[in-house]
């Protein structure tokens, strides 16, 4: 505890950096699985070669992505910027099944009420669909998040500084309190993601509180 005590400052730094390396990719990742989900979830012939390479990018071990990512792109390997765009790959990998199984979870009755309602097919999925499939895509995203946090301590091999560096450190150097501040600090950033999610979707689907409500 004198350790934690006396390197709070530290670990905060290292909080907020980890909460940037592993927060900003599940934003971008979202934001770019859900048009690749939906165009999967459309064209029912594309869809086995997109999940299946989807699939296959979060078979590729971390620490090599990380080694790869600076030769390919001509980044220096300290940069944050090959940890973000791989946590972002893999944040992809992981949501692009998920959205096309919440867009294949909403009723078909309730996408042709929309279209006789007058729905154009933009508006159908902006206004119908996608807050129906919301359930859906929030449990993956809760997934991903806790992914992410656990991935990026990796890239303390490499250098970067997040709270992985509390944990090879600790290691290394023979320092428990190090090592508890690592361990602790990641669980609690994980919830704290996790309920940041549970909170979003909440808010996202009103009319699942007023069922809950209604049936109490």
Do not use: C, K
Not at 23 to 52: K, Y
Not at 97 to 102: L, P, S, Y
Not at 160 to 180: E, K, S, V, W, Y
């Amino acid at each position: 505890m004198t350790w934690i005590l006396d390197h709070l400052g530290d670990i905060w730094e290292l909080t907020l950096a980890h909460v940037w390396l592993s927060g900003l990719p599940l934003l971008i990742g979202l934001v770019l699985a859900l048009p690749i989900g939906w165009f999967a979830h459309r064209w029912t012939r594309a869809r086995a070669a997109i999940l299946t390479t989807s699939g296959l990018l979060y078979t590729i071990p971390s620490l090599a992505l990380f080694v790869i990512l600076p030769l390919v792109l001509g980044t220096p390997i300290l940069s944050p910027i090959n940890v973000v765009i791989a946590m972002t790959l893999y944040t992809i990998a992981l949501l692009v099944r998920t959205v096309v199984d919440g867009l294949s979870s909403v009723p078909d009755d309730v996408a042709l009420a929309a279209t006789a309602m007058g729905y154009s097919r933009w508006r159908r999925v902006l206004a119908v669909e996608l807050p129906l499939a919301v359930p859906v895509i929030a449990a993956g995203l809760r997934v991903a998040a806790v992914s992410n946090v656990s991935i990026v301590s990796v890239a303390s091999i490499i250098g970067t500084r997040q709270l992985g560096l509390l944990l090879t450190d600790g290691f290394n150097r023979a320092i428990p309190g190090a090592l508890f501040a690592g361990i602790v600090a990641s669980v609690l950033l994980a919830l704290a993601f996790d309920g940041a999610i549970r909170l979003s979707e909440r808010l996202l689907t009103p009319w699942r509180r007023a069922q809950v409500g209604g049936a109490t």
